[in-house]
C-alpha cells in the first residue's frame, strides 16, 4: 500500500513530542508536557486504523499468522532494548551514580527495563485484539449497520474504562512496581476509542479500496483549535488525563487525515520511518543528557529541557538511520528492508 507522507511526517512530530515530554525536567516547562503526551495516543489511533486498512484488503490473512508477524515487530525488538537499556542503566549507575539497576522479574517482560518500553507489549496485545475483530467481521461479511453498532459498543466500553474510579498507589517512577500496568490501564480508553474509530473509518469503503477517507481543512482547523484547548485543559487540571488522551489522539488524526502537500510535509515525511526507532533509543540519549548536566551542575530550566530535546531527538535520530542502513540491523528500529 502506498505510504501518505502527511502520516509519516506527523509521525516524526509525534516523536519529538515524545523526546520534548521525557526530556522536561524544570517546572517552567511542565505546563507545556501535554504536546509530548499526544504522541503515544496518536501512534495508536494511526497504527490500528492503518490495521485495520490493510486487514480490510487481506481478509483471509489467517489471524496466528498475523499475530506471528506482530509479534516479531514489536516484541522482538522489545526484548533487544530491554537489554540495551539493562546494560545502559548499569553503566549510568558505575559513571554517575544515583541510578539502581533494574531488578529482572517475570514483570519484566511486559514493564522492559527503561519507563517508555511498556508502550510495545501493549501495542502488541492491543493490536492482536484489533485484528482478530476486524478478521472477524471480514469473514462474517458484517454489513455496515452491523460494524457501526461494534464501534459504538468498543466506544462506550471506553468511556467505562474512564468512568471507574480506579486509583493505583503510583508515583511517577518507574521503579515502582506498578508503573507499567499504570501506564496501561490509563492507555485503555484511547485503546477502546482508536479500535471504534479504526471500525467506523472502514465500515462504509470497499474491500478493494485501499485509501484512506480526507477531512476537509476546515475540520482540520476545528481540531487544532481542539487540540490546543486540551492542551490547556490538561495543564490546569491534570485530573482528567483519561479523556484528553482519547481526544487528544482522535484530533490528531483528524488533522493528518487532511490533505497536506507541500516540500516542509516532504521533508518532514523522509523522517517519520524512523518515528519508532526515535521512540525506542531516544532515552538513551536524553538520559545521558541529563547526566552531564548534573554532572555540570546545572540546575533544570527552560534551556536545560530544550537542549536535552534537540540533543535527544538528533541523537535518536541518528542512531535509528545508522542501524536502518544495515538490513539484518533494521528490525531493531522498526525499519522494514
Same mark, same amino acid.
Given at each position: &500500500?502506498?505510504?501518505?507522507?502527511?502520516?509519516?511526517?506527523?509521525?516524526?512530530?509525534?516523536? %519529538?513530542?515524545? $523526546?520534548?515530554?521525557?526530556?522536561?525536567?524544570?517546572?517552567?516547562?511542565?505546563?507545556?508536557?501535554?504536546?509530548?503526551?499526544?504522541?503515544?495516543?496518536?501512534?495508536?489511533?494511526?497504527?490500528?486504523?492503518?490495521?485495520?486498512?490493510?486487514?480490510?484488503?487481506?481478509?483471509?490473512? &489467517?489471524?496466528?499468522?498475523?499475530?506471528?508477524?506482530? &509479534?516479531?515487530?514489536?516484541? *522482538?525488538?522489545?526484548?533487544?532494548?530491554?537489554?540495551?537499556?539493562?546494560?545502559?542503566?548499569?553503566?549510568?549507575?558505575?559513571?554517575?551514580?544515583? $541510578?539502581?539497576?533494574?531488578?529482572?522479574?517475570?514483570?519484566?517482560?511486559?514493564?522492559?527495563?527503561?519507563?517508555?518500553?511498556?508502550?510495545?507489549?501493549?501495542? !502488541?496485545?492491543?493490536?492482536? *485484539?484489533?485484528?482478530? +475483530?476486524?478478521?472477524?467481521?471480514?469473514?462474517?461479511?458484517?454489513?455496515?449497520?452491523?460494524?457501526?453498532?461494534?464501534?459504538?459498543?468498543?466506544?462506550?466500553?471506553?468511556?467505562?474504562?474512564?468512568?471507574?474510579? *480506579?486509583?493505583?498507589?503510583?508515583?511517577?517512577?518507574?521503579?515502582?512496581?506498578?508503573?507499567?500496568?499504570?501506564?496501561?490501564?490509563?492507555? !485503555?480508553?484511547? %485503546?477502546?476509542?482508536?479500535?471504534?474509530?479504526?471500525?467506523?473509518?472502514?465500515?462504509?469503503?470497499?474491500?478493494?479500496?485501499?485509501?484512506?477517507?480526507?477531512?476537509?481543512?476546515?475540520?482540520?482547523?476545528?481540531?487544532?483549535?481542539?487540540?490546543?484547548? !486540551?492542551?490547556?485543559?490538561?495543564?490546569?487540571?491534570?485530573?482528567?488525563?483519561?479523556?484528553?488522551?482519547?481526544?487528544?489522539?482522535?484530533?490528531?488524526?483528524?488533522?493528518?487525515?487532511?490533505?497536506?502537500?507541500?516540500?516542509?510535509?516532504?521533508?518532514? %515525511?523522509?523522517?517519520?520511518?524512523?518515528?519508532?526507532?526515535?521512540?525506542?533509543?531516544?532515552?538513551?540519549?536524553?538520559?545521558?543528557?541529563?547526566?552531564?548536566?548534573?554532572?555540570?551542575?546545572?540546575?533544570?530550566?527552560?534551556?536545560?529541557?530544550?537542549?536535552?530535546?534537540?540533543?535527544?531527538?538528533?541523537?535518536?535520530?541518528?542512531?535509528?538511520?545508522?542501524?536502518?542502513?544495515?538490513?539484518? +540491523?533494521?528490525?531493531?528500529?522498526?525499519?522494514?528492508?
Amino acid at each position: &500500500m502506498p505510504r501518505s507522507s502527511a502520516i509519516d511526517a506527523a509521525r516524526f512530530i509525534a516523536s %519529538a513530542g515524545v $523526546v520534548f515530554l521525557h526530556a522536561v525536567q524544570s517546572h517552567a516547562a511542565e505546563p507545556f508536557v501535554g504536546i509530548g503526551q499526544m504522541g503515544v495516543p496518536f501512534y495508536l489511533y494511526i497504527a490500528l486504523l492503518l490495521q485495520a486498512r490493510s486487514l480490510r484488503t487481506n481478509p483471509k490473512r &489467517m489471524p496466528m499468522t498475523y499475530a506471528a508477524s506482530r &509479534m516479531a515487530r514489536l516484541y *522482538i525488538p522489545f526484548l533487544f532494548w530491554c537489554g540495551i537499556y539493562f546494560v545502559a542503566r548499569s553503566l549510568k549507575r558505575l559513571a554517575f551514580g544515583g $541510578v539502581g539497576d533494574v531488578e529482572l522479574s517475570p514483570a519484566t517482560l511486559w514493564s522492559g527495563t527503561q519507563y517508555h518500553l511498556w508502550y510495545l507489549p501493549f501495542l !502488541l496485545i492491543v493490536s492482536t *485484539i484489533s485484528a482478530g +475483530l476486524h478478521t472477524r467481521l471480514a469473514r462474517a461479511r458484517a454489513s455496515a449497520s452491523a460494524r457501526n453498532r461494534t464501534a459504538l459498543i468498543t466506544a462506550i466500553v471506553g468511556v467505562i474504562f474512564c468512568a471507574v474510579n *480506579i486509583s493505583p498507589t503510583w508515583v511517577a517512577d518507574f521503579r515502582d512496581p506498578n508503573y507499567a500496568l499504570f501506564q496501561m490501564w490509563r492507555s !485503555l480508553p484511547v %485503546a477502546c476509542w482508536a479500535l471504534s474509530f479504526s471500525i467506523l473509518m472502514t465500515s462504509n469503503r470497499s474491500p478493494r479500496d485501499s485509501s484512506l477517507a480526507r477531512a476537509p481543512f476546515w475540520l482540520a482547523a476545528i481540531a487544532m483549535a481542539g487540540i490546543a484547548g !486540551l492542551i490547556y485543559l490538561q495543564a490546569h487540571d491534570p485530573t482528567i488525563t483519561f479523556a484528553i488522551r482519547g481526544l487528544s489522539g482522535l484530533l490528531c488524526v483528524v488533522v493528518v487525515l487532511a490533505p497536506w502537500r507541500g516540500r516542509a510535509i516532504d521533508a518532514l %515525511a523522509r523522517f517519520g520511518r524512523y518515528s519508532f526507532g526515535i521512540y525506542l533509543s531516544h532515552v538513551l540519549v536524553v538520559e545521558l543528557t541529563h547526566s552531564a548536566f548534573k554532572a555540570f551542575h546545572r540546575a533544570p530550566s527552560v534551556t536545560t529541557d530544550v537542549l536535552a530535546c534537540v540533543i535527544g531527538l538528533a541523537g535518536a535520530l541518528a542512531i535509528s538511520m545508522s542501524v536502518a542502513r544495515n538490513r539484518k +540491523l533494521s528490525w531493531i528500529v522498526g525499519v522494514q528492508s
